[in-house]
C-alpha cells in the first residue's frame, strides 16, 4: 500500500467530524464536490468504505469508526505540536489515559485518580468511561494505559495484561429517612421490609450482593436495577427504594444524597483493580495510583 495521504484523511475526519460534505465545505471554504472526490480518492486507496450515504447525511461504517478514532489522535496530536512550535518550548505535559468501567462509582474513581494530579511531573489525565470488554479492546491496541475496574482479566483472555488489586470495601445499606417508620426489625433483617434499588447484572457485586442475601434469608423486593450507580443514589434519595454501595465511599453517599445508613456487612467485599500491560509496574502514574490508595 502507498503512503497514507494526511490531506485525504484530513477531509474524511473533517466531514465524519461535521456529519455532512456540506457543512464540512462550509468549514473548510471548500467546494463540496473537492471534498468529496479527496474521500472518494482515500476510500480507494484503504481499499474499504468509509461512509455508508443515506441522502445528504454521512454516517460512518463499521471500518470509518476506527480510523475516525486514529485520525482524531493523530489530529490533536498536530494541534499540540503546533502549540509548542507557537510556545517556542516544549511541552511538560504527559498523557496518562485511563479506561474506566460504568460500574465504577464515580466518586470512588475521583479518589483512585486524584494523586495523578498532585504528582511533581506533571500530567494531563484522560478519562474514558465503557464497558470492560471494550476498554480491553483498547489496552490490546494501546489507546489507553491502564483500566479502573470491579472485575479482573480472566484466564485465557485473548489481551496479555495483568490484574493489580488496589483495595477492597466492605458494603453499606443506605435508605431515606421516610423508608424508615416502615421498619420494625434490626439490621440485617429490616432489609426485607423496603423496596430495593439494585445493581444490574453485569456489575461484578451483583453475585456477592444476592449470595449474601439468600445466606441471611432475605428476599429483596427488586423494583428497579440499575448500570449508573450515580442515578441509583438519586431513586434513593427520593425515598423510591434502599440501596447498597462501598463502605469506603460511605460518608460522602449520607452527605450528598440525604440518606441513613441502615447497616454494613464486610461478610462480602468488592475489589477493585489496574488492569495494566505491565506484570510489574513501571508507569509512574499507575504507580502513584496504588502507593496513593489510603481511603
Not at 33 to 57: D, H, M, N, P, Y
Not at 192 to 204: H, I, R, T
Not at 263 to 274: A, L
Request: charged fraction near 20%; aromatic fraction near 10%; proline fraction near 4%.
Amino acid at each position: 500500500m502507498s503512503p497514507l495521504n494526511y490531506n485525504h484523511l484530513f477531509y474524511f475526519y473533517i466531514a465524519a467530524t461535521e456529519g455532512s460534505i456540506a457543512r464540512a465545505s462550509a468549514r473548510l471554504n471548500l467546494t463540496s464536490q473537492t471534498i468529496s472526490g479527496q474521500i472518494t480518492s482515500f476510500e480507494a486507496q484503504v481499499g474499504v468504505k468509509l461512509f455508508e450515504r443515506k441522502g445528504k447525511k454521512l454516517s460512518l461504517s463499521e471500518m470509518g469508526v476506527l480510523i475516525y478514532s486514529y485520525a482524531e489522535e493523530i489530529f490533536q496530536l498536530g494541534d499540540e505540536v503546533k502549540n509548542i512550535l507557537k510556545r517556542k518550548q516544549p511541552s511538560l505535559w504527559h498523557t496518562f489515559t485511563v479506561g474506566i468501567t460504568d460500574v465504577i462509582p464515580k466518586v470512588l474513581a475521583h479518589e483512585l485518580l486524584s494523586p495523578v494530579l498532585k504528582m511533581n511531573e506533571p500530567v494531563r489525565l484522560i478519562c474514558l468511561e465503557g464497558d470492560q470488554e471494550h476498554l480491553l479492546a483498547d489496552l490490546s491496541v494501546n489507546k489507553i494505559d491502564c483500566i479502573l475496574t470491579d472485575q479482573p482479566l480472566q484466564l485465557g483472555s485473548h489481551v496479555k495484561a495483568y490484574n493489580h488489586l488496589l483495595i477492597e470495601s466492605g458494603y453499606s445499606f443506605f435508605a431515606a429517612e421516610s423508608l424508615l417508620k416502615n421498619s420494625i426489625e434490626t439490621f440485617p433483617k429490616n432489609l426485607s421490609d423496603f423496596p430495593w434499588l439494585m445493581q444490574s447484572k453485569k456489575s461484578a457485586v451483583r453475585t456477592s450482593l444476592s449470595s449474601w442475601l439468600e445466606k441471611n434469608n432475605i428476599v429483596p423486593n427488586i423494583v428497579a436495577e440499575f448500570d449508573d450507580s450515580a442515578l441509583m443514589k438519586s431513586f434513593g434519595k427520593t425515598g423510591f427504594g434502599i440501596f447498597s454501595s462501598p463502605t469506603l465511599i460511605e460518608e460522602y453517599i449520607t452527605d450528598k444524597y440525604d440518606v441513613k445508613v441502615i447497616g454494613r456487612t464486610d461478610e462480602f467485599k468488592e475489589p477493585y483493580y489496574i488492569i495494566s500491560p505491565e506484570r510489574r509496574l513501571k508507569h509512574p502514574a499507575i504507580i502513584e495510583i496504588v502507593n496513593g490508595v489510603k481511603l
